[in-house]
């Protein structure tokens, strides 16, 4: 049971995920559910509300800040990032296209094990407001891909999942060979559409038998 600060705002169905969050680690001061623009969704912090959204959103800021400097050096998306200072240190989790997910914690407290309690964090935020995944969920995967035979070629995704989400592929619209890949090796990239009419590459790479999730142009 943590102390928390006395709240300044009405709980929502978020509240217990991000309470429950806190609870796993006592270095964690304040976990934060902000959209787009860094307005706080929901919280749960022991310092004071003020200071958990401010720092809600400013990472939410920064993430605007960084994103397109990322997309001009053609690397990808922005899944996370952290900030560590000398007092606390700053981490932001994506939940989809709109909405991230901030922790402050204690100096030394947020390390790989706390990004990927994180990452399970998002997916939880994610389900309970039924947001679908973003690209960005799998980039660099691995993916759970099902696949089928296909004339031209041995074989063809049919469908996958992210997280406890199951995608039906539509159709593959292409098929090409893309060298020096993920790990360097050769990529076996399908163009599909899935049944909500996205487009994007999902790509088997051979040398590590993993699939990736790629966006178009990649």
């Not at 964090?121 to 995967?141: D, I, K, T």
């Not at 089928?148 to 039906?168: H, I, K, L």
Request: with cysteine.
């Amino acid at each position: 049971m943590i102390q928390e600060s006395e709240r300044d705002q009405v709980e929502s169905n978020f509240t217990r995920l991000l309470r429950e969050f806190m609870s796993t680690d006592p270095r964690y001061l304040a976990s934060i559910f902000v959209d787009r623009e860094g307005e706080c969704v929901d919280y749960c912090a022991v310092i004071d509300p003020y200071d958990a959204k401010v720092a809600g959103a400013h990472l939410q800021v920064v993430l605007g800040e960084i994103r397109p400097a990322i997309k001009r050096l053609m690397l990808g998306e922005v899944e996370h990032f952290v900030a560590y200072g000398g007092a606390r240190d700053l981490a932001l989790r994506r939940v989809d296209d709109e909405y991230s997910v901030v922790l402050v914690a204690a100096m030394g407290g947020v390390d790989d094990d706390t990004i990927a309690a994180l990452s399970g964090l998002a997916h939880e935020l994610r389900m309970e407001a039924a947001l679908a995944p973003a690209a960005f969920e799998s980039y660099y995967g691995p993916l759970e891909v099902e696949v089928r035979d296909s004339v031209g070629f041995n074989f063809a995704p049919a469908s996958f999942r992210v997280g406890g989400t199951y995608v039906e592929i539509d159709a593959v619209l292409g098929r090409f060979r893309e060298g020096g890949g993920i790990a360097g090796g050769t990529l076996e990239c399908f163009h599909v559409r899935d049944a909500r009419g996205d487009e994007y590459l999902l790509a088997y790479d051979d040398a590590n038998r993993r699939w990736h999730k790629l966006p178009l142009g990649f």
